[in-house]
């Protein structure tokens, strides 16, 4: 049993209402909604939110039924994972049945290709990991140009190597976490307390499938780069 998941909180700072703001003739949520309920390999989708309207609309199209989440988990402070466990609790409930891998679906990165859920799903079949991760190639690497200050203020690379990295090609290797797609063992989710406590492997996207959208600039970027994606296949 795959449970396909979508956490969506009413309020947003950056882009008011950014969850079900209309982006390229639909809601932003269904972007994401969308591609579970297409897929094959996903046996039901649940969306947990806070809004009563997104949580209508998404009953209409075909998701469980679960209620709104707890008012705990609709705050500013409230993270992933905590919203990630009670989902999975109360559909399994609903179910009646035990959940194999709890994939989760970020509302704010659209960008993704249909591809990328099977491609995770089967890394994380084949590998057997506590959960995969999406991630992308970090824009800058903290062996090279990320820098921090020290007491006094004065700068530094944030992870020196002994002798220097004078080229980026010599730093090692780093991701940027990319806020997209994740699959998660369910018997991890219900132990753990937080993402990094268990063996979590990544799932590499191309960095113009991970946009995230937190401001209107990003909200306009990726507008943009899906009616050009959009135009390409008409």
Request: aromatic share 8%; glycine share 8%.
């Amino acid at each position: 049993m795959i449970l396909g998941h979508i956490g969506v909180r009413k309020g947003s700072k950056g882009v008011p209402r950014k969850n079900f703001r209309e982006l390229c003739g639909k809601p932003l949520i269904d972007w994401s909604l969308d591609q579970l309920l297409a897929s094959t390999r996903v046996d039901a989708v649940v969306v947990s939110t806070d809004d009563p309207e997104i949580y209508d609309h998404a009953i209409a199209k075909g998701t469980l039924e679960i209620g709104l989440r707890p008012d705990h988990l609709a705050t500013d402070g409230a993270g992933k994972w905590g919203v990630w466990q009670h989902a999975l609790e109360v559909s399994e409930e609903k179910l009646g049945q035990p959940v194999t891998a709890f994939l989760d679906l970020d509302c704010t990165a659209p960008m993704r290709a249909p591809e990328d859920i099977g491609n995770a799903l089967d890394l994380f079949f084949a590998q057997r990991p506590d959960m995969v991760m999406s991630c992308c190639e970090a824009r800058k690497n903290p062996y090279f140009n990320l820098v921090e200050e020290d007491q006094s203020g004065m700068l530094h690379v944030s992870k020196p190597l002994p002798g220097g990295v004078v080229a980026r090609q010599q730093a090692p290797q780093v991701w940027e976490h990319a806020a997209s797609t994740y699959v998660v063992d369910p018997a991890y989710l219900r132990r753990a307390n937080g993402i990094f406590q268990g063996r979590v492997i990544p799932y590499i996207m191309p960095p113009e499938r991970c946009m995230d959208i937190d401001t209107p600039l990003d909200f306009e970027i990726v507008e943009f780069l899906m009616s050009k994606r959009i135009a390409a296949h008409d």
